[in-house]
């Protein structure tokens, strides 16, 4: 049987209550290892979302007043206000406090916070791989971490003890946890996520308002992820730059082979990069 | 009332009975104004499941012998067969033969027929903007054009007869239709359809194998359409090859904007350009 203290969490704060902060209090929920789900953020209408649709216990408009209180807290703000909030507020906090995140990028979160904490409260980076373009608590899914990956992301300094538990917390939510450096991490996700998330953008922005009409579910899908909040992804493009560089400069090889078989109507060049890219996305399924 | 040879086709005959041919067969079948349905295609298991999914009424291995039969023949066929297969069947039938396709590419496909066909059989170009990745008769949906549109492309030459019966034929289907010219329809769509089919499949292309574990929801959607058979957008891309260029052309201004802003850390430029992605992706719908 677990010891009690590893197995269950007396107070855990989410800082930042949208789509994943409101899953994640769900979803803890729901396994029931945290006594008390605390949520804290900065607009009343969201907090209230978060308590009527069950994510949450008890609503914190004070950040420090909730962060205060809590022995687990995960930040689910966005990824250029991480850094500012763990820093801010670890010093309230009674040692042996645990902070997380589900940032989308950790290189800068993780160097930033590492080495700039008190005695006795530890940070493990952590992004869960799962998401939507859609927003706010009322979206929230107990489920959505449901045989989803989360890459948790310690370095030579992060405290083994903390990593474990951070880890444990993930699979508790029902999600698959890989262990990645933050910068593996960051140059997975440019790809990943960041490059297609750059491509939506850039494909919804060249569509004249006169041809709205006439795209069908294939322009759909191709640019959903595209309906993401500006200001969230302006600020994972700039905290990823190096990355987000080097993958989009990546694609632009590719599309300019592709370019260049069209151009000079080599058949046998298009169907071959056509075929490839099919069989990849076949492996990745629906 | 319509008169009778207005509001029923006696023998429908449709040429290639995929995804789309077997649709349109369900959708007759279900509007119920196509007294008979016959089926062609080279594939024995391709007509038996449109037999099994009851999409069509008699299925043809020789199509010749379909074409004679018909009074309406629609050809869901790969874009570069069909120029070939209409003016090539096209003797065969008797006069008042009305010929249309579903062609994503209409300038080379109507200047290739258009003058080529003996007096009495008119074929006029159709593209219904409905489909999927997904390929073959068992995926066929009887309301797959259902508020969807399907632009019909007639030119100056094309009979004003033949135009109004295939429009009804669309209708008749579930469809809205709007008029294009060929060349209004094709750089529309080198935007709408053929560019997101390039870039999904340059995104899948340049994903390595290490990483796939690493996608989420956002990189599927992406890239979804890219397990579109590679044959298929092959004759696609190069039917349409200029307007496709300048499709893609025109991202690449728009990616390489992007590009400069990340480069710059130029947060303003950066948030505007999501922003007003957004706010086109937003209108679109889901």
Redesign the interface.
Known sequence: MPHPDESSIPALAIVGVGLIGGSIGLAAKKAGFARRVLGAGRQQKSLDDALAHGCIDEAFLDVKEAVRQANFVVFCTPVDRIIEQVVGLAPLCDSGTLFTDAGSTKSAIVAGIEGNLPPGVSFVGSHP?????KRGPKFADGALFHE??T?VTPTPRTDPAAVEQVVAFWRRLGSRV?IMTPAEHDR??A???H???????????????S?????????????????????L??GI??QN?PA??E??D???V??NA??TA??A?D?TA??D??????R???????
């Open positions: 791989l799962a998401g939507s373009e989803r990956l890459v890989r997975a996700l790809m990943t996520s490059l297609p998330h750059l491509l939506a953008s850039a494909l919804a922005g060249v569509l004249p308002e041809l709205r009409e006439l795209t069908a579910s294939g322009f759909r899908d191709t640019t959903r992820i595209a309906s993401g909040e500006p200001e992804w302006t493009f700039l730059r987000v560089l993958a989009l990546l694609l632009l590719r599309l592709m370019r069209i151009l109507e058949r298009l169907d990069l056509l075929t490839q890219a099919k990849t996305r076949d492996a990745l399924g629906s």
